[in-house]
């Protein structure tokens, strides 16, 4: 098999698990809106479950449904029949998947969810099969090809059905107003982790800001700015706001008597400042578009009192770049 058949293959599949996709959308209705109903009038948890590829993609299904504020687990309809049957409880609601909707495997978690009614959501690729048939809310995916020319292997199948999962998981975070800030209480690690910090995460505060009040000779003031290693110092007002700040660029263009003038007479008037609650990576654009390296944290409630100092180096450090 040449080099250029094998790309032709990979463009195939991939061509045909974009059909099947693109025929997914259309296909859903009135049970896709009721599953999600479902799961949101559910006390407990969604219990997630299927056999071989449909486990594999019910596991990713799962996990995105809890980061994402929807308490979920998957529980391999293999083990449920040898003891795992105790982890359903009234209140959960079950999501299983199988592309034929006739896995044997499945059958006791099926018969324990109608004898304890527990609300049971059903996806196959068949309208007729045990499990569409016996499920509270059945979505039957359309029926296309698979992307091997065999037409057994599990491909367009399984995508249309993690497509589906993530469908329902972002329905159910938009209706819970899901925040970045509650994602990233999920997701403390990694990259992913290190974009949702906040400006309060990576902020220097109290001592450690270079604050001095209006007023002060460059002389006291240059020594701020030396002592704190922000390379920049405060200016605050009589009530306590933040009035300017002295820069390296302010110190160049009044070098000529620089130690016979006070803050007030080199300072940048009105600096650009941000929130706490502000991203991170909010922060590191506004430094980078602006040409700066350091931002004063004011108040968000609106008396622009300093309440900490974020260097770009702070953002680099912890990873957002």
């Known amino acids: 098999m040449s080099r250029d058949a094998f790309l032709a293959t990979a463009r195939r599949v991939i061509a045909r698990e974009a059909e099947a996709l693109a025929a997914l959308g259309p296909a859903l209705g009135e049970s896709f809106a009721d599953a999600v109903e479902l799961i949101l009038a559910a006390e407990g948890r969604v219990i997630v479950s299927g056999m071989g590829k449909s486990g594999h993609i019910g596991r990713k299904i799962a996990a995105s449904l809890a980061s994402t504020g929807t308490p979920a687990h998957f529980v391999p309809p293999a083990e449920a029949s040898h003891g795992d049957l105790g982890m359903l409880a009234q209140g959960d609601v079950v999501l299983m998947l199988s592309n034929s ?152 263009r009044h070098m000529e008597g620089l130690l016979g003038r006070t803050v007030d007479e080199v300072m940048t008037p009105t600096p650009r400042t941000i929130g706490p609650g502000a991203l991170a990576e909010e922060a590191l654009a506004e430094m980078n578009a602006r040409k700066i390296t350091c931002l004063f944290v004011v108040d968000p409630a609106g008396s622009r009192n300093a309440v900490g100092i974020l260097h770009i180096h702070d953002c680099l450090r912890a990873g957002i770049a």
Do not use: N, Y
């Not at 309208?127 to 296309?144: C, E, H, K, Q």
């Not at 329905?171 to 997701?187: G, I, K, S, W």
């Not at 450690?208 to 002592?227: D, K, Q, Y």
């Open 101 to 252: 909707g006739e896995t044997p495997e499945l059958a006791d978690m099926i018969a324990h969810t109608r004898r304890f009614g527990i609300p049971l959501i059903g996806v196959a690729g068949r309208a007729d099969s045990t499990l569409i048939r016996r499920a509270d809310v059945g979505i039957v995916l359309p029926d296309v090809p698979e992307a091997c020319e065999t037409g057994f292997v599990p491909t367009t199948s399984t995508t249309m059905t993690l497509a589906l999962g993530d469908a329902l998981a972002v329905a159910l975070m938009e209706h819970r107003r899901f925040t970045p800030e509650r994602f990233r209480a999920f997701h403390p690690g990694g990259r992913l982790g290190a974009r949702l910090q906040t400006v309060a995460d990576l902020m220097h505060s109290g001592d450690a800001m270079p604050l001095v009040p209006a007023g002060t000779p460059m002389s006291e003031a240059l020594l701020a700015i030396t002592r704190k290693g922000f390379g920049v110092v405060g200016v605050t007002a009589p009530d306590g706001s933040l009035a300017g700040i002295v820069t390296d660029g302010d110190l160049r």
